[in-house]
Structure formats: C-alpha cells, structure tokens
C-alpha cells in the first residue's frame, strides 16, 4: 500500500515445496521483498525517494525472527540461500517485518474462504468499496 492506497498485490503459487510454517511465511515475505525492492526503485525514478524502511506485516513471529538473525537450527536450515536475501534487505533496512495478528491480516481476502464479518473488516481496511454482499 502506497499511503492508504492498494498499489500492487501479487498472488503466485509457490514453486518450492515446504517443511515448516516458518518456512512458507518466511518464502511469502522474502517474494513480498522482491515486489518491495522493485517499487521502490520505480518510485525513486519518479522522484519519489522513501525515507526509512517499508513495512511488511507477517502473522509468523518465527519468519519475522529469522529475518532479523539468521538462526541456522534444525527448524531452518534447509531455506534455500536464495531466499536468505530477506535477511540482508532487513539488516539494511529496506524492510521491515511487523507482527501482525491472523484476524488483521489484510491479505487474507484475497487468499482465504472468510466468514463474511471477517470478509467485509478486511475488505474495508483494503479500501475496496464495500458495494452488497448477499448473506
């Protein structure tokens, strides 16, 4: 989101296969990262320079602990390298993973069958139009 505004979101299934939560957030945010790094750099060539670092809100608090340290245990070592990137983005500051809790997560309407209380929260703090939502 660029001020209160949805600028871009990205749905893509993973190519890799997974053992762990950790691991499944920890890929979604690294390729949230990606998207990051990229629309930062096209808004730096608008002239547009953010100052400080851009948030990514994460319900895993393990993904948001291994961004910050690179733990190399039984529960982490096999994330590919490639995804280890999130890690230097994050020691640099360009991200900033945030905790944020399962029933606030934003994303979830696009990705997730919701109750529609749930649905029509998310869809409101996602500044879509609310419009008529049949029950």
């Known amino acids: ?9 990205s749905l893509k299934k993973q190519q890799v296969v ?9 890929i979604a945010a690294a390729s949230c ?11 730096e060539e608008l002239h547009f320079h953010q100052e400080g670092s851009t948030l990514i809100y994460c319900d895993n608090s ?10 190399l245990h039984g529960r982490s070592k096999h994330i590919d390298v490639r995804f280890h990137f999130l890690y230097d983005l ?10 944020c809790q399962c029933q606030n ?8 069958p ?18 008529f939502y049949i029950n």
């Open 62 to 71: 393990s993904s948001i602990k291994l961004s910050k340290k690179l733990m």
């Open 18 to 26: 997974t053992l762990s939560s950790i691991e499944v957030e920890f």
């Open 114 to 131: 919701l109750k529609l209380g749930a649905f029509v929260k998310l869809h409101g703090l996602l500044g879509v139009c609310s419009g």
């Open 1 to 9: 989101m660029l001020s209160s505004e949805v600028v871009s979101w």
């Open 90 to 99: 994050t020691k640099e500051g360009v991200v900033e993973l945030i905790h």
């Open 33 to 43: 990262a990606y998207q990051v790094v990229s629309l930062r750099r096209i808004l």
């Open 105 to 112: 997560q934003i994303a979830d309407t696009l990705t997730k």
